[in-house]
């Protein structure tokens, strides 16, 4: 069916296909191991292509919608758009120790700066994640699977982890979208947590730079960094956003730098991606 020569009828055939989803890719990747065709070939892998990035566009939508709560869930998602065939359980249980060895050394007798110091510890020095400055990063510096194997990532890729794990242990840390920086707000303990757009600036207790190694810092070095750059201060520099935000952010910086790498078409594909957040 896929060398159907008649355009017209080949759209019909192939819409079909792609209405069963996922379920219809280990047929095409059959269908394409036997042809011998060039062009039935490349049908085939332009219609697998399409078939996950649809289901990948849903699954997205369907997080912020319901389970925005997930940073890695999403995060899983993402990195699924470079590496279609990841192996999840691998790097969910990767991530699972992670939390598990944090959640060994931290208890809420703890003060906000000491939680902050083990998370810390563990983060920079057991596992000896290091952040990569703007300049240093690559396309594989925003996806998940690189970033455990490679222990190195962007500050937003490093960010979204350092995110998950505290918000699974109920640490009030929310992601800042700081201008051409992205940073982590700590809040005032509220039990339960609130979300992020329900805090003022006067609760914000500091904030965390995790590309520096998680050094501390606060509303002055935000001032100061505003004025150097001559932007407008803006309420928004100084306060907690939503998951939502941290990963419409992480997809722009991937758009980005596909952009910048001469890879235009999948940055097309990445910024189709933030309308799935909308």
């Not at 009828?9 to 989803?21: A, H, L, M």
């Not at 944090?102 to 000896?128: C, G, P, S």
Request: aromatic fraction near 12%.
């Amino acid at each position: 069916m896929m060398d159907e020569p008649n355009e017209e009828v080949y759209t019909s055939i192939r819409e079909k296909i792609k209405s069963y989803g996922l379920n219809a890719i280990p047929f095409l990747e059959d269908a394409w191991l036997k042809t011998e065709d060039d062009d039935n070939a490349s049908r085939i892998e332009i219609l697998i292509d399409d078939i996950r990035f649809t289901d990948l566009y849903h699954e997205l939508h369907n997080w912020s919608q319901f389970y925005s709560h997930d940073l890695l869930k999403a995060y899983i998602l993402l990195t699924r758009f470079r590496y279609p065939d990841l192996d999840e359980e691998k790097y969910i249980e990767k991530v699972s120790k992670l939390k598990q060895n944090i959640w060994l050394e931290i208890n809420h007798d703890l003060t906000a700066l000491e939680r902050v110091k083990v998370l810390n510890h563990i983060f920079y020095d057991v596992y000896q994640f290091r952040g990569q400055l703007p300049k240093q990063v690559s396309i594989n510096d925003y996806f998940l699977s690189d970033l455990l194997e490679s222990k190195k990532g962007s500050a937003i890729a490093l960010g979204i982890l350092y995110l998950y794990v505290a918000q699974s242990l109920d640490i009030p840390i929310f992601g800042l979208d700081l201008h051409h920086h992205f940073a982590l707000a700590y809040m005032e303990d509220n039990i339960p947590t609130m979300n992020p757009e329900e805090y003022s600036i006067d609760e914000v207790l500091f904030y965390i730079a995790v590309v520096n190694k998680g050094s501390v810092f606060t509303k002055n070095e935000i001032h100061r960094y505003l004025q150097q750059m001559k932007i407008d201060e803006d309420t928004v520099y100084f306060l907690p956003c939503s998951n939502v935000m941290v990963i419409r952010r992480l997809i722009k910086e991937i758009a980005n730098t596909y952009e910048v790498t001469g890879k235009q078409d999948k940055a097309d594909l990445a910024n189709k991606l933030i309308e799935a957040l909308s």
